[in-house]
Structure formats: structure tokens, C-alpha cells
């Protein structure tokens, strides 16, 4: 593991996919493909500048999305640490890729 730092970034595009789920309220779940910017660490670390080849690097990140405030564009996406782990590592991973 490469450390506890989750990497962070901006929102720039979502797709929706054809892909959803039921949960038990009866609320429809869309599995929906994020397009995030790195910008930096989220806190504790974010006054660590994070690595200059991944700094501004497109990453897509795989969510399920049901309520209409999931879909803005423009806001922060702080990624999971085994997603902020794949890319640190040049690996893709089941729900972050490039």
C-alpha cells in the first residue's frame, strides 16, 4: 500500500449507462461513469501537492447515482484509497481507470 492519502478532483463530465439497481425503498440506482480532474490530496494531506504526472489527469470513476444533486458537474470527488492507490500505481482498478 502506498499510504492513506485519497486523491481529489473536479467533477468534468458523468455518463449515465444503461446498468441500475432496485434498493429496498424502491429508489432506482444508475450506474453512471464520472470524469474527475486530480487536483490534490483531500485532508488530512492536501497541503501535500500531489504528483506532477498525475496532477490534472482524467480519471473515469465508477458511482451509482439515484438523487438529482449525484449528478452535478463542477464538484469536488474525493476518491477511495484502493482507486487514490491505482492511480498513484499506473494501475486501473474495477472502479477507477483512464
Known sequence: MIG?????????NIEKTDEYTI??????????IFTVEL???SKPAS?????????GKKVKLIRYCCFDWHYKIGVRKTLELDESEAVLRGKPSKTVYW
Open 4 to 12: 492513506n492519502k485519497r486523491l481529489q478532483g473536479r467533477t468534468i
Open 47 to 55: 497541503n501535500e501537492p500531489i504528483p506532477e504526472e498525475i496532477k
Open 39 to 41: 487536483t490534490n490530496y
Open 23 to 32: 434498493d429496498e425503498e424502491g429508489n432506482k440506482w444508475v450506474k453512471c
